[in-house]
């Protein structure tokens, strides 16, 4: 079945500092990576939609200065959590979509858990 | 309106029981429904997919849908302590088929 990589798992960083994520589907290309984020006991709220070769979707009350975006190729997405803070800590999960057949498939990465202390 | 809701928890069945999930929606032109369980500290995990109206089985879990009524359920039977989780219900929708996700039931069988 479709693999989706993301790494890291956990990441513990201080204030201020840069995150980096990254999103790779192994066994398909995925034109359209989603990326979630998920506060304890809530559900996951959809953070962007990333189209490769071209600028990423944010949903509403998400800033895209803050949480960059790169789909540079068919099999990865990054995501970027620029300048830190506490109230960043979260789970965040990548998600690829492909179409097989003509119905839609969404394949999770495992998530990576972010402090920032 | 929200746009995909379910049933507010949680939800205790005993061991052998069946356990019903409920879900609707609002956007009609919906194509793609989907049941995914998600246990603490872990990705979701798709249970079930459906695609068209009515019932699609698989093992002891059925998902039922009814487009018409903007409803998605799944019935899970002869209910396991293992089936203990949260249980999210996920429509795609919009030109990118984004999934959006309801607020989740979480789901506890008592042996």
């Known amino acids: 079945g479709a693999v989706v990589s993301q790494h890291p798992s956990r990441v513990i960083c201080k204030s201020g500092t840069s995150v980096k994520i990254e999103c790779r589907s192994l066994?398909?290309?995925?034109?359209?990576m989603f990326w979630y984020r998920q506060f304890p006991k809530q559900s996951l709220m959809l953070m962007a939609t990333s189209n490769e070769g071209s600028k990423a979707t944010y949903e509403q009350g998400v800033e895209k200065d803050k949480f960059l975006i790169n789909h540079a190729s068919l099999t990865l997405s990054t995501l970027t959590v620029t300048s830190a803070h506490p109230e960043d800590s979260s789970f965040y999960i990548c998600?690829?979509?492909?179409?097989?057949?003509?119905?839609?498939?969404?394949?999770f990465g495992s998530g990576t858990r972010l402090t920032v202390v | 309106q929200k746009e995909v809701e379910q049933n507010s928890g949680p939800l205790s069945v005993p061991e052998g029981a069946i356990a019903s999930l409920n879900c609707t929606y609002s956007d009609r032109v919906s194509q793609s429904f989907f049941w995914y369980r998600q246990y603490s500290g872990k990705s979701p995990e798709l249970i079930m997919s459906?695609?068209?109206?009515g019932d699609k089985e698989d093992g002891r879990f059925t998902a039922q849908l009814n487009k018409a009524s903007q409803y998605v359920s799944l019935l899970i039977r002869d209910s396991q302590p293992s089936d203990s989780a949260t249980y999210l219900c996920?429509?795609?929708?919009?030109?990118?088929?984004?999934?959006?996700f309801g607020k989740g039931i979480t789901l506890s069988v008592r042996p």
């Open positions: 996920a429509v795609s929708t919009g030109a990118n088929s984004k999934l959006t």
């Open positions: 998600s690829a979509r492909e179409n097989r057949g003509g119905v839609d498939g969404y394949t």
């Open positions: 459906i695609y068209s109206n």
């Open positions: 066994d398909f290309q995925a034109t359209t």
